[in-house]
């Protein structure tokens, strides 16, 4: 055993069986979620001296002083979000990519939007290394949304906003998801469920959370 007490000799596959386990346990029990997560290996989307804690069920930093979020959260979104086969998806807040990657088994087509240049190249450098060739990732101020792709079947933000911004509800279908961590920053923030109807929105609490926040404007990196 480790300082930590987790196994030192632990074999990939029983370290992939702990990470699934960690995600049942948590909530996470859609199967095609599981499976996305059994093929997207977290691995490859953490660098570093924190890429040996990547199994963890733990936010990690990533490049730009940002963070990969906790798996059980991007577990519990995207099954929150029941992304359909056909669909075609946004998600605000590229960062390390994984989540888009995880998306990118589920929809037909992910969109994904980071404010730093930085982290949308690295991201597309990971993508392109594992052949996910159905995301299109790219740098922009994400609260604006992409009206050129828009309107979407699915959004997912993954920064937290103090209201859902009201470029992306516009961007949303009809019968539309769109999951997003509503609250100020370093404060309570809940992760809400926007649903979108033939005459307006229907809005669900569903967790507490805690994200970095939605930040206006491109980066410096
Ligand atoms: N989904 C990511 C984690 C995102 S962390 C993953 O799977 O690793 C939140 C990200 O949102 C950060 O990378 C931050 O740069 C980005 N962000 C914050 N404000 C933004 C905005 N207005 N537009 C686009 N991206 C934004």
Redesign the pocket.
């Known amino acids: 055993m480790t300082e930590d007490g987790l196994p030192d000799d632990e074999t990939a596959a029983e370290r992939k069986m702990r990470f699934l386990f960690a995600l049942r346990s948590r909530g996470v029990t859609d199967i095609r979620v599981l499976t996305a997560m059994e093929r997207i290996d977290r691995g490859h989307?953490v660098r570093g001296l924190f890429a040996e804690r990547a199994y963890e069920d733990m936010p990690l930093p990533?490049a730009?002083g940002?963070?990969?979020?906790q798996p059980s959260v991007?577990g519990l979104m995207t099954q929150a979000l029941n992304v359909q086969p056909r669909d075609t998806v946004l998600?605000?807040?590229?960062?390390?990519?994984?989540?888009?990657a995880i998306l990118s088994q589920l929809a037909r087509r992910v969109y994904t939007?980071?404010?730093?240049r930085r982290?949308v190249r690295e991201a597309q450098d990971v993508f392109r290394d594992l052949g996910l060739v159905n995301i299109v990732a790219m740098a922009?101020?994400?609260?604006f949304g992409l009206p050129d792709q828009a309107p979407f079947d699915r959004i997912i933000v993954?920064?937290a906003a103090e209201d859902p911004p009201g470029p992306l509800l516009a961007q949303l279908k009809i019968g539309g998801i769109m999951v997003v961590p509503v609250g100020q920053s370093d404060t309570v923030q809940h992760l809400i469920k926007v649903t979108r109807h033939e005459t307006g929105y229907d809005y669900e609490e569903l967790r507490p959370v805690r994200?970095?926040?939605?930040?206006?404007g491109l980066?410096t990196e």
């Open positions: 989307f990533i730009c940002q963070t990969i979020s991007v998600e605000v807040g590229t960062g390390s990519g994984y989540q888009a939007v980071d404010r730093h982290l922009a101020d994400g609260s993954t920064a994200f970095v926040p939605l930040v206006e980066g």
